[in-house]
């Protein structure tokens, strides 16, 4: 067994493990899911028994996974840095595994736009939270306060658009292409989506 081999088996062991305790389960438990005794589950876990692929096999289907995802090998790039656009106060981080998706933080100073023209709408769902300061989010004919901790989700067919109230506000979002480059027309973000506490509409 080569190191690369030996890393893998040693991963997916681990792996084995870690999504057996995520779901709650015992080593009896499992086992009985995948029909191996608790013992061979022990020691396929420790390391004391050769993994072999029927057994990956079973134990994949039992942990409600795919194989490849059982044996998928960990990235290099973990780290990224952001990039930065000082013209929008951004910062943004592409999302690796979803080409066109990225972590965008922003800084807002201004209200959302009073023009109803200046409103944008895309397929899809957005998602942002305020990090400080509070958010205002116009969704169709309605009006949203978002405050700090709090999130925002919704469809971004509705028409859309959101600024600060009270003073600067800023928000992390996870924005598609359309909807980054829709912030950037107007300097601010219109788009969100809502996660958490949910947005409070404003009469």
Do not use: Y
Not at 59 to 85: F, H, N, W
Not at 183 to 190: I, W
């Amino acid at each position: 067994m080569t190191q690369d081999e030996g890393d893998l088996d040693s991963l997916v062991r681990k792996r084995i493990r870690a999504l057996r305790v995520a779901q709650g389960w015992s080593l009896e438990e499992l086992a009985s899911r995948a029909k191996l005794s608790p013992s061979t589950l022990s020691r396929i876990e420790n390391g004391q028994r050769r993994l072999a692929l029927d057994q990956m096999v079973t134990l994949a289907r039992a942990l409600d996974t795919s194989l490849d995802q059982l044996v998928e090998t960990a990235t290099d790039d973990v780290v990224s840095s952001p990039m930065i656009d000082a013209a929008h106060s951004q910062m943004r981080w592409p999302i690796k595994a979803e080409p066109g998706m990225s972590v965008v933080r922003q800084r807002m100073t201004n209200p959302p736009p009073d023009s109803p023209s200046r409103m944008r709408a895309h397929p899809g769902r957005e998602w942002f939270v305020v990090l400080s300061g509070t958010a205002v989010l116009l969704l169709g004919n309605r009006r949203f306060r978002i405050e700090t901790n709090q999130a925002a989700e919704f469809p971004t067919m509705l028409p859309h658009a959101l600024g600060a109230e009270g003073g600067p506000c800023e928000i992390l979002g996870i924005f598609d292409r359309d909807a980054r480059r829709g912030h950037q027309r107007d300097g601010g973000p219109q788009r969100s989506d809502n996660g958490g506490a949910s947005a409070r509409p404003r009469t």
